[in-house]
């Protein structure tokens, strides 16, 4: 078990590193550290040498949920989440604790193939991924598509990004009187995505979720239907309230930032608010959130909206690459990896009331996150695409 003053070192190592005043001594050290009670050897998932800069972000993310845990009350929560953060260092310092340092594609590759042979039946994270379903009923798989203009629909133009984002770009002379056209983006398990509506507001879609809009707003009013979850940075309009449709549950803003995570197989519909002031409505009730307050509702008929202070950060890890998990329960955790994997999840005895706390970036592969998971107490294979969960 590390101490305190263990958890200190290698935080001050790791905040070197961001800084980059990390001398070669201290790689060592930390590669030391975290060898000593690594059980296997490192290994190098595609996904974590896309950039630099994105790894730092992930790290840095990881810092500050480490320093929120009171080491004192659970060691072994705190070891995880240093553990996460080591690995990712690791992988970005090539400290040589690792089989290979990743300098070209010809290596890269190399590696990766000798990941799949110490691992069997691992799975790759998700990824970049969605259908658009266009007025006419056709399809165009977004993340096949080419970057520029992909098509017109109504009075807006569809672009896709150099960064692999859909950009509405509604007309000038987009109107009142005209008649909507609506399109829907998809994402499969397994997939995540943004689109840009073409009023500017800025949405996130979680795996298998969805987004039903009009191409450019026309009405007095901006309204979208969503399935699973998804997050919204709205632009702000006075004149015209933006309102998002999830089920029984409407949540209308004039323009601020806010999560949606409305999965069918989830027992309650929740509304998290990061920034300004939503209004929930359901069966006929209407609650208003300050931010950092979640409502929920659920998809039972009870009629109530539940309202809690809730760690925004926490909620919004998906979006920000991370699983971060507070008390929660393994099937709960379960439901979250079989969408992002794509994988079925069988269990072999009960495991419900097993709980678990850490967190771990969505970029690496299903065995290392299963493999942070058994801190809980619970034992899981990979088998066919299915995770099996057993006591």
């Not at 979720?209 to 450019?216: D, E, G, K, N």
Request: charged share 25%; glycine share 6%; net charge positive.
């Amino acid at each position: 078990m590390r101490s305190q003053d263990d958890l200190q070192r290698y935080e001050e190592l790791a905040k070197k590193w961001l800084s980059n005043t990390i001398t070669p001594a201290e790689k060592e050290e930390f590669s030391a550290w975290y060898n000593a009670n690594q059980g296997a050897p490192l290994d190098i998932p595609s996904s974590f040498v896309e950039s630099d800069e994105a790894h730092r972000q992930r790290i840095l993310y990881n810092i500050n949920q480490a320093i929120k845990i009171d080491v004192g009350k659970k060691n072994k929560v705190a070891y995880i989440r240093w553990l996460s953060i080591a690995a990712a260092c690791i992988l970005i310092l090539g400290i040589p604790c690792a089989y290979f340092h990743i300098r070209n594609k010809k290596a890269k590759q190399s590696a990766l193939t000798f990941q799949k042979k110490q691992i069997k039946n691992d799975v790759a994270p998700g990824g970049n991924k969605a259908m658009l379903t266009l007025s006419d009923g056709s399809s165009v798989v977004l993340n096949d598509a080419k970057k520029g203009v992909i098509t017109k629909q109504g009075k807006a133009l569809l672009n896709k990004s150099d960064d692999n984002k859909l950009v509405y770009e509604a007309a000038a002379s987009a109107n009142a009187d005209q008649r909507a056209v609506y399109n829907t983006i998809t994402t499969p398990k397994g997939g995540q995505f943004q689109v840009v509506l073409s009023d500017g507001s800025k949405v996130w879609l979680n795996a298998a979720s969805s987004i039903t809009f009009p191409t450019a707003f026309t009405k007095n009013e901006r309204r979208v239907n969503i399935t699973g979850e998804v997050y919204f940075e709205v632009a702000k309009n006075k004149n015209l309230p933006f309102r998002v449709v999830s089920g029984k549950q409407t949540v209308e803003v004039v323009g601020t930032h806010f999560n949606v995570n409305a999965y069918a197989d989830e027992s309650a519909i929740r509304t998290t608010l990061a920034e300004g002031s939503v209004k929930v409505l359901a069966d006929n009730r209407t609650v208003v959130l300050k931010p950092d307050q979640q409502a929920k509702v659920s998809n039972a008929t009870s009629g109530e909206i539940d309202v809690k202070a809730v760690d925004v950060d926490d909620i919004l890890a998906w979006k920000n690459g991370n699983f971060v998990f507070e008390n929660a329960e393994i099937p709960f955790i379960m439901r979250q990896a079989a969408r992002w994997y794509d994988v079925n999840v069988k269990y072999e005895g009960n495991v419900s009331e097993r709980r678990f706390s850490g967190s771990i970036s969505r970029s690496v592969n299903l065995s290392e996150l299963l493999k942070m998971l058994k801190y809980s107490g619970v034992n899981f294979r990979i088998a066919d695409q299915t995770i099996i969960v057993g006591p």
